[in-house]
């Protein structure tokens, strides 16, 4: 039980750091690695919650044990039931057999498609608003639906104002000993982690993570004990506006994205200039992207942070690239709205690749505003492009002011 850290007196943190991973549901790269989180509360009764992938379930299963030292395991909360925290759900089972497990009416149907074998008569059911003591600690459960799969629950102990959120709040990373969000410096390393995993992971579904913000709104909660990452018991208001900017799909920073699909370096030399040309003109929040060798998982997480997206492709086969192409279909997918877009296109005999995009964008994505200011290359940047360069710059400092504008309008309204 040498990983294990105590989170409150009776609570302990028994999860586990996955460095081996190297590609999180074998699409997402985590260099950062990851952790699984599981919680053992040492009440009258004893209370385990959630439990690893099974890769990780010896180191698991040995934190569970040290801590139980001879105890039997009473409850076992699950609240949700992907395998990157259900691994180890059967060898709990096995080792405990009279445990009473607590999941959603989902979750227990999961665990039947799965194998998982729990009697009917050690199942309890949850539905939203029922509570349950443990003893001194008293929790509501609430359910969660699409954050991220739609058995997911969560709960809450009304004793210590402790929400364990599920994969809400969560974040790719290993803590590698660390545990509470102030013991790392959580903006400086972890953000973008977070954003990359809440984005891309359920990013879809907006809305149900809104749902869950409300009912977290209506409690006062003073720790978060997520499925992934740090525990929260600082600066909980920041983290939870993160979230909710991220799933009203509001962008973090004034700023742009330049993502450039290019063959030859023609076109990247293209970005490179507006680069340049917005760095000139005072606005430098800019990253540039070369979708070719970026995982998309980063291209999607900086669209989330930046006011601005600029695609710049090369047309081939009379069409968008495919790399180009398969990143603004991921926007369509994970429901990215609001966003303004500048186009540079480039091709050497037939150029349809900025028409295609802009089509793609004004029929599928929501809240889109396409600049009309585009960049046509034929081949290379010239002379001829310079005019449009800068216009195309131009317009994107002069949408940042609009959009300000009509920020503070509606701030002074509210106020
Ligand atoms: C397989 C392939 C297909 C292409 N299809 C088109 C096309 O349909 N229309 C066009 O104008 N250019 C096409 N091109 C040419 C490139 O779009 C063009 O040379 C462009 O300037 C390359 O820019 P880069 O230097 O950024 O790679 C194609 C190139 C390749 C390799
Ligand atoms: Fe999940
Ligand atoms: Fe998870």
Sequence with gaps: MYTVRKVLDDLYYVGANDHRIALFENI?????????????????????????DWNLGKDFLRNVEGVLDGRDLDYFVVHHMEPDHAGAIEEIILRHPNVQVISSEQGFQIMRQIGYHIKDENAIIVKEGDTFSFGKHEFVFLEAPMVHWPEVIVSYDTTTGTLFSADAFG???????????????????????????????????????????????????????????????????????????????EPEEEGVMIAY????????????????????????????????????SYLIADTFKYSHLVLASVTYNLGIYPIMKNFIADLEALNVQNRTVGIIENGSWACTVGDKMEDFLDEHLKMFDVLNERITLNTSLNEANENDLNALADAIIESMKNIREVKEKS?????
């Design 261 to 296: 699909a290019s063959m030859y370096g023609n076109t990247e030399y293209a970005a490179q200039a507006l680069a340049s040309a917005l760095c000139e003109r005072g606005m430098t929040n800019v990253v540039v992207h070369d979708v070719s060798n970026t995982d998309i």
């Design 411 to 415: 701030g002074e309204k509210e106020a």
């Design 28 to 52: 997402f790269p985590i260099p950062e690695g990851v952790t699984y989180n599981s919680y053992l509360l040492m009440d009258e009764k004893t209370v385990l919650f959630d439990s690893v």
């Design 171 to 249: 974040t790719f990373g290993a803590l590698d000993g660390k545990l509470f969000n102030d013991e790392v410096n959580f903006e400086r390393d972890w953000l973008d982690s977070a954003r990359r995993y809440l984005t891309n992971i359920v990013g879809k579904y907006g809305p149900f993570v809104q749902d869950v913000l409300k009912k977290a709104s209506t409690v006062d909660i003073k720790m978060i004990c997520p499925l992934h990452g740090p525990v929260w018991r600082t600066d909980i208001p920041w983290f939870i506006d993160k979230y909710d900017k991220w799933s009203r799909y």
